[in-house]
């Protein structure tokens, strides 16, 4: 019981299936506080799904999720999320500001509007995102790396402990690139969590302290230079991938 | 004097009608936005014709042509079909499309059944059923609209009052969900709020047609705004405007069924939408091109005269 205390995420005994067909097979991941960890794996492997699972999107099989002890439900507040960029219709009537607003909807709760108060946090988040000059720009208008900082943004808002992210890094310039890492980097120093589904193998041990690497099972978890190693990756790409570690 | 009462007479009916046709327009035109908005066109069509045998069963139990009690079968029936989509989708492989169309199907032709039954019959009662399929405003009565009046405030209140929750919702499901709103329930709300939206258009406009009462209005709207309430309070002022003068132009010559008529009247504004509107138009995109056209051309000759110029 004070072990799962102090642990930021604790996933026990993970199983999701869609139809007949396992996506997660029996996974138990730990993650301390204050940690950046990165999912990796080939496509299919179930790094969305494990990340939805943890939020109470997808209904899971069998197994158990624990926010810092207690259940999404009772934790939903200290969790942020930014699901993947091409989940929504960016071609929706709204702007940059009432989007990035919608992060703090769950702290308003039914019915209340976004005021002043949400309005002054927006405007925070998207400086600090480098999006201020956007504030009224129509969505549709923003190129791939501005709607991902939009999105960031509004986990910005939300003001969570924990984090997860869907590939953040997916199809973006570098300018955003930058300046997810630096925020991914203020969020440690200020002892947040973050768990990022990643693609890019090349930039894991520059940018996260700690891995996941899974294929529909977990092959390892734990800090980076232990974790990350070729067997390992092997183990998780079947040999497909020919990488160097370093 | 008998000229001057009857004509009189004709004008009071006409401005129930419109009356009738605008208020049903702006209802449809406000929850059509959401539908087109979720890629949810094709449900309008199948809740309208689920609905139609949820009218015949109506009469059936109650002998009553009374257009209230007729509405509650439609609306029962449509939203059992909606219920059944949305089951079927959840819980078996067949996809959203497929869905729609097996209920769609069904339901119309249980319908159409049961409507040819009635008329077997030959119950003296039975004229007026067949308004429910294509659509007569001349029947809408001054209860009619108070109906109309009354429960289209009330669906588009109750979406005014979680506008913030159906908002979020139709921009990003997943994000709302993880937010802790009940993203199943407000579903099941907003596809209410939708059948209520049809079952009330029936009367004027007709099973077959109303789901473009809902789609038109909200895709003119759609290019001239990129402001969701905005885009709304358009959408409604479109739907009344279709809604009147499809009424007007269908009373005016006999037999005309009026839904058709003003379904016409909606695809003119969707039509001059799509050719004019600023921003998002055919017009503006084709000057668009040719402005960039020119400008490139003269950015390329002058980029070709530079190295002249320096050779000199």
Redesign the interface.
């Given at each position: 019981m004070q072990a799962s205390e102090t642990k930021a995420i604790e996933v026990t005994d993970l199983t999701v299936a869609y139809q007949d067909q396992p996506v997660l097979w029996d996974v138990d991941l730990d993650v301390p506080p204050g940690v950046l960890l990165s999912i990796v794996g080939p496509n299919g492997a179930g790094k969305t799904t494990l990340i939805k699972a943890i939020l109470g999107l997808v209904r899971p099989a069998a197994g158990n999720v624990l926010i810092y002890g207690k259940s999404y439900e009772a934790q939903r507040r200290i969790v942020g999320y930014v699901p993947q960029r091409g989940s929504v219709d960016w071609d929706f009537p709204t702007n940059v500001l009432d989007v990035v607003m919608m992060g703090r909807y769950g702290a308003l709760g039914w019915v209340r509007r976004p005021g002043k108060q949400e309005r002054e946090l927006a405007m925070n988040a998207l400086e600090k995102v480098g999006m201020e000059a956007y504030t009224n720009r129509q969505i549709s208008q923003l190129s791939g790396g501005q709607q991902q900082r939009v999105f960031l943004a509004r986990a910005l808002v939300q003001d969570a402990t924990v984090y997860l992210m869907d590939e953040p890094f997916q199809g973006v310039d570098a300018t955003t690139e930058r300046a997810i890492v630096t925020l991914l980097q203020e969020f440690r120093e200020k002892g947040k969590t973050v768990v990022v589904v990643h693609h890019d193998l090349q930039t894991v041990t520059d940018y996260f302290d700690w891995v996941m690497l899974l294929n529909i099972r977990r092959i390892a978890s734990g800090p980076v230079d232990e974790t990350f190693t070729p067997e390992n990756l092997r183990t998780t790409y079947g040999g497909r991938v020919a990488f160097m570690t370093k | 004097m008998e000229n001057l009462s009857i004509l009189t007479h004709l004008d009071y009916t006409l401005m129930i009608v419109a009356i009738g046709a605008a208020l049903l327009g702006a209802v449809s035109g406000t929850l059509g936005t959401y539908a087109v908005?979720r890629r949810q066109s094709l449900l309008g069509d199948a809740i309208s014709h689920a609905a139609l045998p949820g009218i015949a069963i109506a009469f059936l139990l109650t002998g009553s042509k009374t257009p209230l009690i007729l509405v509650i079968g439609a609306a029962i029936a449509g939203w059992l079909g909606t219920l059944l989509i949305l089951s079927i989708i959840r819980l078996t492989?067949i996809k959203y499309d497929s869905a729609l169309g097996i209920v769609l199907s069904t339901f119309f032709g249980f319908g159409l059944v049961l409507h040819t039954l009635i008329q077997r019959t030959g119950n003296a009662n039975q004229a007026g059923l067949d308004t429910f399929l294509f659509g007569q405003a001349a029947t809408i009565l001054e209860s009619d609209v108070l109906t109309i009046g009354i429960l289209g405030g009330i669906a588009i209140v109750i979406m005014l009052?979680?506008?913030?929750?159906l908002?979020?919702l139709?921009?990003?499901e997943?994000?709302?969900?993880?937010?802790?709103?009940p993203i199943r329930a407000l579903d099941i709300l907003l596809t209410s709020l939708l059948v209520i939206a049809i079952v009330l258009g029936l009367q004027a406009v007709g099973a077959v047609l109303m789901s473009a009462m809902l789609v038109a209005p909200a895709v003119a709207a759609?290019q001239w705004?990129?402001?969701?309430s905005?885009?709304m309070f358009l959408a409604a002022c479109f739907g009344a405007l279709a809604g009147v003068s499809g009424t007007i132009i269908s009373s005016s010559a006999s037999r005309i069924p009026t839904g058709p008529t003003i379904v016409l009247c909606a695809t003119v504004v969707v039509g001059f939408s799509i050719a004019f509107a600023p921003n998002r138009g055919l017009l503006w995109d084709w000057f668009r091109h040719q402005r960039n056209k020119h400008n490139l051309k003269m950015t390329a000759s002058n980029l070709l005269k530079q190295p002249q110029r320096g050779s000199e």
């Open positions: - | 908005l492989r009052v979680f506008w913030k929750e908002k979020v139709v921009f990003d997943g994000f709302a969900a993880s937010l802790g709103f759609r705004t990129n402001k969701l905005v885009m």
